[in-house]
């Protein structure tokens, strides 16, 4: 079978707009002799396939022989980005300083040195409004060799300042080196294990932290200093389940870019990752109203140039608009009409398909599922479910092991007696060697293993038990993933008051919004 994602050449030319197509051809046509007739040829030939097949492209082009075609596409590759250069340079402050640059080093190559030291001001400027530290940096350093080979007057005391620019430059890129690596770090650690599954992992995770902050790191001043000194702490008490630290730490994240409003522009990916983790933080604290909100603030944002014109932004705020939409749905208890989301989700992972990392894709598989099981329709739930079982486990372990849960209820639900025993069991060696059983789902597993042996009129009697047992883990942070991954105690009450569980959520959540308007 073709592999769509495996060529990078093919990757490229399929990520192309119409407008980046017509640029394409159009340089192409400028700087192009005879021989390049094959690239062109090559370029329309992806251009029209749905996935990467080598041996097809070869059969419908015999003009391309196959030895050529390594050195085809190399050529092909670096005329698209050289095409692309032309027309990003303008929305992009890292293309337009490191053209700057480029014409800084043609002004020094002709002995042109005051007019070099000119355009480095400038962007010296640029670099600073825009915080790029390591601009600055190339800067300096081209300023301290210009003022140490020649003799520019261009003013006094000019080695002291330069000196003094560049101590400041290399301690906060230090700092933030520092804190960018830790910020990986414990995202990476979310990323393969999940939230913390105990107080040891917790608490490990935290004195992680600790051990690796520069010191005084809570009061380094600009603006990428602040932002992974957040990141941190929001990762960290994300892992740890610590939901009131991770709403205030992705506020002060958002917070940041109210006071950096240029940064907005320079650093689109982190303000829309933050607006995520502020949703996701929302989610957690079931704080509706505030979720609310920032889903607004997002979908006006998304429309904006700096998202619309750049198909990385168009993805990552597709993304997070729909889990927050999705989430949203969850609180309110509304998953029949969270199912109108799903055409549209399912059209933008096909288009979006060469683009989304497996860890992005197997979030919305699971939570599509858990909109078809809180809906009734655990055929369909089940469907989405065995996506994310037959994946191929090398992250997100805890996703893997819910979902393997919630298809072992979905097939309860639906009285698949006979494949129960196997997948309880199957379930139960998938989590236990994952060192992943917590006590809400020892009990779960305890009840499922008992209910074989129940008459029916003993049932409502054991889902009743069964709740009180688990209630009472329910302030128990350590335990609260498996609340928000699948809301066993609605399923309960459901079970005892045989009604749809949305029916259930719907109720409270009505409830909770009459007893806030009380207040």
Not at 287 to 309: C, P, Y
Not at 434 to 448: D, I, P, Q, Y
Not at 470 to 475: A, N, V
Not at 487 to 506: A, F
Request: hydrophobic letters at 40%; one cysteine or more; aromatic letters at 14%.
């Amino acid at each position: 079978m073709p592999n769509r994602s495996a060529d990078t050449v093919f990757q490229l030319v399929k990520s192309l707009e119409k407008s980046e197509k017509r640029n394409f051809k159009l340089y192409m046509k400028r700087h192009s002799s005879d021989g390049d007739l094959k690239v062109i040829r090559l370029f329309d030939a992806m251009d029209k396939m749905e996935d990467y097949d080598e041996a097809i492209l070869l059969k419908k082009n015999p003009s391309i022989a196959k030895q050529q075609l390594s050195n085809l596409k190399a050529h092909l590759y670096k005329i698209i980005l050289a095409s692309l250069r032309l027309i990003k340079q303008e929305d992009n402050i890292t293309i337009q300083l490191h053209e700057q640059m480029d014409f800084a080093r043609i002004l020094y190559n002709k002995g042109l040195y005051l007019q070099t030291l000119k355009v480095l001001e400038r962007m010296k400027e640029q670099a600073r409004q825009y915080e790029q530290i390591t601009y600055l940096q190339q800067i300096l350093f081209f300023e301290k060799k210009i003022e140490a080979l020649y003799i520019t007057r261009s003013m006094q005391d000019r080695a002291g300042q330069l000196s003094v620019e560049s101590e400041i430059v290399d301690d906060r890129l230090t700092y933030i080196t520092k804190l960018s690596n830790l910020s990986l770090q414990l995202y990476s650690w979310f990323i393969q294990n999940g939230v913390a599954r105990n107080e040891k992992e917790g608490d490990d995770v935290k004195k992680y932290l600790e051990d690796h902050l520069p010191k005084d790191a809570d009061k380094l001043k600009g603006f990428y200093e602040q932002l992974y000194f957040y990141q941190c702490h929001a990762w960290v008490a994300f892992i740890r389940q610590d939901f009131l630290m991770y709403y205030r730490y992705t506020q002060k994240w958002v917070d940041l870019f109210d006071i950096y409003p240029a940064m907005i522009e320079a650093e689109t990916a982190h303000y829309i990752k933050g607006l995520h983790n502020l949703m996701s933080a929302h989610f957690d604290t079931q704080n509706d109203k505030k979720l609310s909100e920032v889903i607004e603030l997002f979908e006006h944002f998304a429309q904006r140039k700096v998202v619309q014109q750049n198909e990385n932004h168009r993805i990552l705020c597709f993304v997070y608009l729909y889990i927050a939409k999705i989430n949203k749905h969850f609180i309110e208890g509304t998953f029949t009409e969270g199912l109108r989301l799903v055409p549209h989700i399912e059209e933008k992972l096909e288009e979006f398909e060469l683009f989304l990392d497996r860890h992005r894709v197997l979030t919305f598989y699971y939570k599509i599922a858990c909109l078809y099981f809180g809906s009734g329709n655990n055929e369909k739930a089940i469907e989405y479910l065995n996506k994310i079982i037959n994946w191929k486990v090398d992250l997100r372990t805890d996703l893997q092991c819910y979902a393997r849960l919630l298809h072992l209820i979905a097939h309860y639900e639906l009285g698949n007696f006979d494949l129960l025993e196997y997948l309880i069991k199957s379930v139960y060696r998938f989590m236990g060697k994952m060192e992943n059983l917590s006590a809400v789902e020892e009990e779960m597993f305890k009840f499922l293993r008992q209910s074989f042996n129940l008459s029916p009129d003993k049932f409502k009697a054991a889902f009743e038990e069964l709740l009180q047992r688990i209630r009472k883990y329910e302030g128990n942070r350590f335990e609260s993933r498996a609340f928000v991954y699948l809301d066993i105690i609605s399923w309960l009450e459901s079970k005892i008051g045989n009604t749809p569980v949305q029916k259930v959520i719907k109720e409270k959540f009505t409830k909770k919004q009459e007893s806030a308007k009380n207040k």
